[in-house]
């Protein structure tokens, strides 16, 4: 098996805790089938597992009760199902540069098909999401405001509760993508007032790919997305209006969820203070000693306070593709190049269509794996500059 640096923890963490394998086995072996549809032995094993596991990511998510999470199979589902179930003809919506093609894609496919309008809010001078233009976007058609917690690009914090304290001033809604820092920072959905939010299993929550969910403080407020089983009031030909189940249709993926609950157990007992504490100082690190090299720049704002461990930069004419390329294939070190699936951000930072070398930290890396990096980018440098 290939070892190597890895520093793509913004895409999928890795490596995953050592806890997931035995959870697996635990859960293929006591429980290893659907809760609520059958009501037996092995039935209720794996309802509590799932519940206790929704119980724990609510802690995480700073949401007070946990039976508003539903469970998704990733946080492109969750954006989906608030964003086509919420809006309806005529709606604007605000949103901005900094979000990923999950929020985009779906936003954009409602503009086209002529059924909303939206606005997409800048970058200020400091290269953060522009409040002054918030505040001025909002129209007497605007429904709902979506929001990148932080941006996978430049890792910047969006201060969320200043930007729902605006929103609710005008009735208006909020979405917020945890996707970057559910995991990582002390989230608090339930106080911060957010309306819906959508998070993602896979990256700092340490879970395996296919796990997520969704927010809704009200989900009346959301039409379905898809309707099905699910093990509850069979009687009725009508989905379940109530949370969870109103959104999860179909058995879905209770062995990744299993492990979600086990891997925010990890979390927990790890500290998220201890992990952001090395984290920061690693990343402080690379900031510093990647601003001393002329020919690197770093892309977007330098206020390490407000930044998950994300550092996004460009070397002097040379492809982000091929500075990663040269990375990965000579130095074995992975990070990801290019526009990190959210092209209205690098429109905003200058650094379409090329993108950035994205370096994204974990818990697990070290200060060695970071000089690695910084010498393995001096000598790219030298080398093309031979
Ligand atoms: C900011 C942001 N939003 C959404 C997503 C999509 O997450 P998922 O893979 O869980 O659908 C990502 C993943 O890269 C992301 O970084």
Redesign the pocket.
């Known amino acids: 098996m290939r070892g190597g640096i890895y520093l793509d923890n ?2 999928t963490s890795f490596p995953k805790p050592g806890i997931i394998g035995e959870t697996i086995e635990l859960y293929l072996r006591d429980a290893g089938c659907s809760p609520g549809r059958s009501g037996h032995a092995r039935a209720r094993i794996s309802e509590k597992l799932i519940n206790d596991a929704r119980q724990k990511i609510a802690d995480i998510l700073g949401v007070g009760d946990h039976s508003k999470i539903a469970y998704t ?5 969750a ?1 989906n199902i608030a964003i086509k179930g919420y809006l309806s003809k005529g709606n604007h919506v605000i949103t901005t540069c900094f ?2 093609n ?2 985009l894609r779906p936003l954009e496919k409602l503009r086209r098909n002529h059924v909303i309008d939206y606005s997409v809010i800048g970058l200020n001078d400091d290269l953060e999401v522009d409040f002054t233009e918030y505040q001025k976007a909002f129209t007497t058609n605007t429904k709902l405001v979506v929001l ?1 917690h ?3 690009v430049t890792g910047s914090i969006l201060p969320i509760e200043k930007f729902v304290k605006v929103a609710h001033q005008h009735g208006v809604k909020v979405l917020v ?1 945890l ?2 820092t559910a995991g990582f920072l002390d989230i608090k959905i339930s106080e911060w007032g957010v309306d819906f939010a ?1 998070f ?4 700092s929550l340490l879970g395996l ?1 296919g796990t ?1 969910g969704l927010y809704a403080k009200n989900e009346r407020e959301l039409s379905t997305f898809i309707e099905g089983g699910t093990g509850v009031n069979s009687i009725s030909l009508v989905q379940p209006g109530y949370m969870p189940e109103k959104f999860e249709a179909g058995t879905i993926n209770y062995t990744g969820i299993a492990v979600l609950g086990a891997c925010a157990t990890h979390i927990m007992n790890t500290g998220l203070n201890k992990v952001r504490k090395h984290e920061y100082e690693l990343l402080d690190y690379l900031l510093s000693e990647l601003a001393l090299l002329p020919e690197v720049q770093l892309i977007g704002s330098k206020n390490i306070k407000a930044k998950v461990p994300i550092v996004s930069f460009t070397v002097e004419n040379m492809p982000s593709n091929e500075v990663a390329t040269m990375l990965d294939n000579e130095y074995g070190i992975m990070t990801r190049p290019g526009l ?3 092209p209205l951000a690098h429109q905003a930072l200058g650094t379409s269509p090329n993108g950035t070398v994205r370096v994204s930290l974990g818990y697990n890396n070290t200060y060695d794996e970071c000089m690695a990096l910084i010498d393995a980018v001096k000598a790219i440098i030298r080398s093309h500059n031979n």
């Not at 993602?200 to 990256?203: P, R, S």
């Open positions: 913004a895409s199979h990733n946080a492109t589902y954006l979000e990923h999950s929020v990148n932080a941006s996978n993508d996707s970057q959508a993602t299993g896979h990256k790919p997520g990190q699936c959210a």
